[in-house]
């Protein structure tokens, strides 16, 4: 709070002794730590009442709003970062049959079905021609 270290605290000490004496310093210690407790006491009902008057005022209703609205997994802006890297590890050059590393179609998609091919017409015979040797 004040930043004192132990050098200045040791310094402090030394001159209560000397102004104080050693008689009435035990007493002056005491009176001193009762006042701190006094001081921390005032603190802390005086934080838990700044505390009451914003939880009244539904000051955490709207922080926790706004909390939930900067959540990205509120948001489902991780489906949309999620969707976003495997497009763009998504490779449309590559057929689905030589795909290596991953998908040759975008994710969510599917190939159309192969349309059903139709059996190769039969030759007809060739007339037979006759020819006069």
């Known amino acids: 709070m004040f930043d004192l270290g132990w050098t200045?605290?040791?310094?402090?000490?030394?001159?209560a002794l000397i102004v104080v004496g050693?008689?009435?310093l035990p007493g002056m210690f005491r009176t001193l730590g009762r006042f701190t407790a006094k001081a921390r006491n005032m603190a802390r009902e005086f934080q838990r009442a700044m505390d009451d008057a914003a939880d009244t005022a539904g000051m955490k209703d709207t922080v926790k709003?706004?909390?939930?609205?900067?959540?990205?997994?509120?948001?489902g802006l991780d489906t949309l970062n999620e969707a976003a890297e495997a497009f763009e590890k998504w490779e449309p050059k590559r057929s689905p049959g030589t795909a290596t590393s991953g998908t040759a179609t975008p994710p969510g998609t599917t190939t159309p079905p192969a349309a059903p091919s139709a059996p190769a017409p039969a030759a007809a015979p060739a007339p037979e021609t006759k020819s006069d040797a």
């Open 22 to 24: 050693p008689k009435d």
């Open 8 to 15: 200045e605290l040791l310094l402090i000490g030394i001159v």
């Open 65 to 75: 709003d706004l909390k939930d609205i900067a959540n990205p997994r509120k948001m």
